[in-house]
């Protein structure tokens, strides 16, 4: 397998060295992010994020499936992750690392387990008929923080998402085609973003958002916190590295707020020009054509 | 550099213009990168790129960017050492690669006793003394004829920062300015910053200065210059730009 | 839902009878197996684990089948295999709760939690003493109530202390709640400490692990949904019960060696004078 090529003690040292002197590689501020971006496919549910250099696709899909047996009145909905050597030539298909285990791990409580998706809207006909929906995560590139990205994309998806619409009459259930009824989007009921605070320091002392690759390799720790706009708390996960004073994990937590409610504005208004845009030659152009006649 | 006549673009398998090929009454034809001699007369691409002849040294090569680096003699480079072995360093010049040797005792002035330690990850800047297709790669960082240092050696404190195989050579040139199109070197050192650099044909650069300011606008600048492969004119601007940030 | 909030606000008192601040009985015992280089039993309730810590030891011919994700123990630092490696491996017995699952090898949140602790003891061993080392402990769960991350933390650092292996401080664990649901934004909700399996199910908490006597955190794993403003009540009870609780083994370790020393299992005199023997 191969390993992780390591940095070497100079590139180490200096981007230590710099953090000491609140300088990053790339002239950002602690608590800035890369320039993040969000383009939607043609499809429906298609989500394509960049945050800097670190690529994440995400892509929901639907379809009819029998419900588990314990839980006949919901929806199925998994998510799945894939780290391949796209991302990274460390990273094998079908032996996932520790990163691919801790970001689905990740991404399943801060969306699934949050309840984000409502999955009894998912349910079609009780214990028999359900809908199952699955995004897949794929890592395109990874240049850091590819939990952040992954889990704006994974909503991104979602919210994007239309499942055909179906209807139940006299116990016979029929999946329309987008050509016959226009597709509906998901019961959503919140939206939750991740926030990766790496640290730095002996102690933990220096804080970062949005580390890249080279800063993550350094870091001594670090702390996903996920939120909503609302101020809930979906998740967090500090799991182990060098312990960080309660002080700076609390103060972490209300400026990861203010960024969650960044994010949700920018996703909200993306969302809003891609329905725009594809209105321009759909339904409202259709609609003043029959009024022409 | 544009695609013109004189220079065309070439694909692997092109057939090449008889016309490019540069002929000399006394010298042989030597060909370089990305070039393969098919007995008894052909010679045909093996990469894409822009073919460049040289007449007056009878030789002609492809250019390209990109791709991972392949060592060849004579080409310098910055290795990362792996670990040491009894009388030598396993050093990587690409990650995820086979490494290359560096015998400890290559280093200018190395006895058995003199020899420099270096720890797992330093760094170095070496020579590469040979190279070839079925064998690791070997490096010195003294010159054999010499005994000099000549620059080569541990590279101790900067910054490595990672670019393009093309931009690299470009920087390497005798003439950079010109033939290579990069200037930000100069540019950065004109404005008055005090940074020393050693460049490695494997596409590292390292940058060192008593300021980590300076390491940090030197990265950006190189970085910035790859990425948006700048000419001269937009890199004079990025420079000033950077330079005005800085204070 | 069957925990019934409101019951709590007449009488203050949580399902089993605790107050708000009171953790559950926690009992531990050190050098309970006689083959491993540091063993430790540990019930936090009704939560039982056991550990066993083997190493640290150079890697020999490759033995097979040294279970668990072999997570790089440092925390973060050094080069590659400068520092010794931390293994854990986590097994859940299918007894261990009331509904026997069988849960596979390779379950997420298994690997979660042993990467979890292979990180959060790693960061207060002194791996750098041993390079080229792995340090592996195993954990296996008898019985779940609660709690099971922090209980495995616990018992790992007293398997660690029994082991000898050089460590910063205890890392010591807890997990603490909120009386308040997610949804509900009353005011008068309470910090719960230590929570048990129902309180986990019903009620939003989060596990808490520090480092030593200070208020440096190593792990804090939140799973629930709360507000945000809950956090800080609930972190600080947390920290807090983390103190308790390594106040608590700290005493086992030190019953345990000066019997040991009575015992004569040491040998009189060695170290006598740096033991605190009242």
Same mark, same amino acid.
């Given at each position: 397998?191969?390993?992780?090529?390591?940095?070497?003690?100079n590139?180490?040292?200096?981007?230590?060295?710099?953090?000491?002197?609140?300088?990053?590689?790339?002239?950002?501020?602690?608590?800035?992010?890369?320039?993040? @971006?969000?383009?939607?496919?043609?499809?429906?549910?298609?989500?394509?994020?960049?945050l800097?250099?670190?690529?994440?696709?995400?892509?929901?899909?639907?379809?009819?499936?029998?419900?588990?047996?314990?839980?006949?009145?919901?929806?199925?909905?998994?998510i799945?992750?894939e780290?391949?050597?796209?991302a990274?030539?460390?990273?094998?298909?079908n032996r996932?690392?520790?990163? @691919?285990v801790?970001?689905?791990?990740?991404?399943?409580?801060?969306?699934?387990?949050?309840g984000?998706?409502?999955?009894?809207?998912?349910?079609?006909?009780?214990?028999?008929?359900c809908?199952?929906?699955?995004?897949?995560?794929?890592?395109?590139?990874?240049?850091?923080?590819? &939990?952040?990205?992954?889990?704006?994309a994974?909503?991104?998806?979602?919210?994007?998402?239309?499942?055909?619409?179906? %209807?139940i009459?006299?116990?016979?259930?029929?999946?329309?085609?987008?050509?016959?009824?226009?597709?509906?989007?998901?019961?959503?009921?919140?939206?939750?973003?991740?926030?990766?605070?790496?640290?730095?320091?002996?102690?933990?002392?220096?804080?970062?958002?949005?580390?890249?690759?080279?800063?993550?390799?350094?870091?001594v720790?670090?702390?996903?916190? %996920?939120?909503?706009?609302h101020?809930? &708390?979906?998740?967090?996960?500090?799991?182990?590295?060098?312990?960080?004073?309660?002080?700076?994990?609390?103060?972490?937590?209300?400026?990861?707020?203010?960024?969650?409610?960044?994010?949700?504005?920018?996703?909200d208004?993306?969302?809003?020009?891609?329905?725009?845009?594809?209105?321009?030659?759909?339904?409202?152009?259709?609609?003043?054509?029959?009024?022409?006649? | 550099?544009?695609?013109?006549?004189?220079?065309?673009?070439?694909?692997?398998?092109?057939? &090449?213009?008889?016309?490019?090929?540069?002929?000399?009454k006394?010298?042989?034809?030597?060909?370089?990168?990305?070039?393969?001699?098919?007995?008894?007369?052909?010679?045909?691409?093996?990469?894409?790129? *822009?073919?460049?002849?040289?007449?007056?040294?009878?030789?002609?090569?492809?250019?390209?960017?990109?791709?991972?680096?392949?060592? %060849?003699?004579?080409?310098?480079?910055?290795?990362?050492?792996?670990?040491?072995a009894?009388?030598?360093?396993y050093?990587?010049?690409?990650?995820?690669?086979?490494?290359?040797?560096?015998?400890?005792?290559?280093?200018?002035?190395?006895?058995?006793?003199?020899?420099?330690?270096?720890?797992?990850?330093?760094?170095?800047?070496?020579?590469?003394?040979?190279?070839?297709?079925h064998?690791?790669?070997?490096?010195?960082?003294?010159?054999?004829?010499?005994?000099?240092?000549?620059?080569?050696?541990?590279?101790?404190?900067?910054?490595?920062?990672?670019?393009?195989?093309?931009?690299?050579?470009?920087?390497?040139?005798?003439?950079?300015?010109e033939?290579?199109?990069?200037?930000?070197?100069?540019?950065?050192?004109?404005?008055g910053?005090?940074?020393?650099?050693?460049?490695?044909?494997?596409?590292?650069?390292?940058?060192? %200065?008593?300021?980590?300011?300076?390491?940090?606008a030197v990265?950006?600048?190189?970085?910035?210059t790859?990425?948006?492969?700048?000419?001269?004119?937009?890199?004079?601007?990025?420079v000033?730009?950077?330079?005005?940030?800085?204070? | 839902?069957?925990?019934?909030?409101?019951?709590?606000s007449?009488?203050?008192?949580?399902?089993?009878? /605790?107050?708000?601040n009171?953790l559950?009985?926690?009992?531990?015992? &050190? /050098?309970t197996?006689?083959a491993?280089?540091?063993?430790?039993?540990?019930?936090?309730?009704?939560?039982?684990?056991?550990?066993?810590?083997?190493g640290?030891?150079?890697?020999?011919?490759?033995?097979g089948?040294?279970?668990?994700?072999?997570?790089?123990?440092?925390?973060?630092?050094?080069?590659?295999?400068?520092?010794?490696?931390?293994?854990?491996?986590?097994?859940?017995?299918?007894?261990?709760s009331?509904?026997?699952?069988?849960?596979?090898?390779n379950?997420?949140?298994i690997?979660e939690l *042993?990467?979890t602790?292979?990180?959060a003891?790693?960061?207060?061993?002194?791996?750098?003493?041993?390079?080229?080392?792995?340090?592996?402990?195993?954990?296996?769960?008898?019985s779940?109530?609660?709690?099971?991350?922090?209980?495995?933390?616990?018992?790992?650092?007293?398997?660690?202390?029994?082991?000898?292996?050089?460590?910063?401080?205890?890392?010591?664990?807890?997990?603490?709640?909120?009386?308040?649901?997610?949804?509900?934004?009353?005011?008068?909700?309470?910090p719960?400490l230590?929570?048990?399996?129902?309180?986990?199910q019903?009620?939003?908490?989060?596990?808490?692990?520090?480092?030593?006597?200070?208020?440096r955190?190593?792990?804090?794993?939140?799973?629930?949904?709360?507000?945000?403003?809950?956090?800080?009540?609930?972190?600080?009870?947390?920290?807090?019960?983390?103190k *308790?609780? /390594?106040?608590?083994?700290? /005493?086992?370790?030190?019953?345990?060696?000066?019997?040991?020393?009575?015992?004569?299992?040491?040998?009189?005199?060695?170290?006598?004078?740096?033991?605190?023997?009242?």
């Amino acid at each position: 397998m191969p390993r992780e090529a390591e940095p070497s003690l100079n590139e180490r040292q200096f981007v230590l060295q710099a953090l000491q002197e609140n300088l990053r590689l790339d002239s950002r501020e602690a608590d800035r992010y890369r320039p993040l @971006e969000v383009t939607f496919g043609d499809e429906y549910g298609v989500a394509k994020v960049s945050l800097g250099k670190t690529r994440v696709l995400a892509k929901a899909s639907a379809e009819v499936t029998v419900p588990y047996a314990d839980r006949p009145l919901d929806g199925v909905f998994q998510i799945a992750t894939e780290l391949s050597p796209m991302a990274s030539p460390s990273f094998e298909v079908n032996r996932p690392t520790e990163t @691919e285990v801790l970001l689905s791990r990740l991404l399943e409580k801060t969306v699934r387990r949050s309840g984000a998706l409502d999955t009894e809207s998912l349910c079609l006909v009780a214990g028999q008929k359900c809908w199952s929906v699955r995004v897949d995560v794929h890592v395109l590139s990874h240049d850091g923080n590819v &939990i952040d990205a992954s889990c704006f994309a994974v909503v991104a998806a979602l919210r994007h998402f239309r499942k055909p619409d179906t %209807s139940i009459e006299g116990g016979i259930l029929t999946v329309y085609t987008p050509a016959e009824r226009e597709p509906v989007p998901l019961g959503w009921l919140h939206s939750p973003f991740c926030v990766t605070w790496s640290y730095f320091g002996e102690e933990g002392e220096m804080a970062l958002l949005d580390a890249t690759r080279a800063e993550e390799q350094v870091r001594v720790g670090s702390c996903t916190i %996920s939120l909503n706009r609302h101020g809930e &708390i979906c998740q967090i996960a500090k799991l182990g590295g060098t312990p960080v004073e309660a002080v700076i994990l609390l103060q972490c937590t209300a400026i990861a707020l203010t960024k969650v409610k960044e994010f949700s504005a920018y996703l909200d208004k993306k969302l809003a020009e891609d329905i725009k845009r594809r209105d321009a030659g759909g339904r409202s152009a259709e609609l003043t054509a029959e009024n022409d006649r | 550099m544009e695609v013109d006549q004189q220079h065309p673009l070439v694909l692997p398998g092109d057939t &090449i213009d008889p016309s490019l090929i540069p002929t000399h009454k006394k010298q042989p034809l030597r060909l370089g990168p990305g070039l393969r001699h098919i007995p008894p007369n052909a010679i045909i691409p093996t990469v894409a790129g *822009q073919l460049i002849a040289d007449h007056k040294k009878n030789s002609m090569w492809v250019e390209y960017n990109g791709g991972r680096y392949i060592p %060849s003699p004579n080409d310098l480079v910055i290795g990362q050492i792996v670990r040491s072995a009894a009388d030598l360093y396993y050093v990587n010049l690409t990650p995820y690669t086979s490494s290359a040797t560096l015998p400890q005792l290559a280093f200018e002035g190395a006895t058995k006793k003199t020899r420099p330690i270096l720890a797992p990850g330093a760094l170095i800047y070496a020579r590469v003394t040979l190279a070839n297709r079925h064998m690791d790669a070997e490096l010195e960082c003294v010159s054999g004829s010499t005994g000099k240092a000549e620059g080569l050696g541990p590279l101790t404190g900067g910054m490595a920062f990672d670019v393009s195989l093309g931009l690299a050579r470009r920087l390497l040139m005798a003439r950079s300015r010109e033939e290579g199109g990069v200037e930000v070197l100069e540019l950065l050192g004109g404005e008055g910053l005090a940074f020393e650099t050693a460049v490695g044909r494997n596409g590292r650069v390292w940058v060192g %200065s008593e300021s980590t300011k300076t390491v940090i606008a030197v990265g950006r600048a190189l970085r910035e210059t790859d990425e948006g492969d700048l000419g001269v004119e937009q890199q004079r601007k990025l420079v000033k730009r950077l330079i005005r940030e800085m204070r | 839902m069957p925990l019934d909030t409101s019951a709590y606000s007449l009488a203050l008192l949580r399902v089993d009878g /605790r107050r708000w601040n009171e953790l559950r009985r926690i009992h531990a015992q &050190i /050098r309970t197996q006689a083959a491993a280089d540091g063993s430790s039993y540990l019930e936090m309730g009704h939560t039982k684990v056991m550990c066993v810590v083997n190493g640290p030891s150079e890697p020999g011919p490759r033995r097979g089948g040294v279970g668990g994700t072999s997570a790089a123990g440092s925390g973060g630092g050094g080069g590659q295999s400068k520092d010794a490696e931390v293994a854990v491996s986590v097994v859940v017995a299918g007894f261990s709760s009331v509904d026997r699952k069988r849960r596979g090898k390779n379950d997420k949140r298994i690997l979660e939690l *042993q990467s979890t602790i292979s990180s959060a003891l790693g960061a207060s061993l002194h791996t750098h003493l041993f390079p080229h080392s792995t340090i592996s402990i195993s954990l296996h769960v008898l019985s779940l109530d609660g709690s099971l991350l922090a209980a495995l933390i616990n018992a790992a650092t007293l398997a660690c202390v029994d082991a000898g292996i050089p460590m910063t401080d205890y890392v010591a664990a807890c997990t603490a709640g909120s009386t308040s649901t997610y949804a509900a934004n009353d005011e008068s909700a309470d910090p719960l400490l230590d929570l048990n399996h129902q309180e986990e199910q019903e009620l939003p908490g989060l596990t808490v692990a520090t480092l030593g006597d200070s208020d440096r955190v190593a792990v804090l794993v939140c799973e629930s949904r709360v507000q945000v403003g809950r956090l800080e009540g609930m972190l600080a009870v947390g920290v807090d019960g983390c103190k *308790q609780v /390594r106040g608590i083994i700290d /005493r086992v370790v030190r019953d345990k060696g000066r019997r040991m020393l009575q015992e004569g299992t040491v040998e009189k005199g060695v170290g006598l004078e740096d033991m605190d023997l009242d």
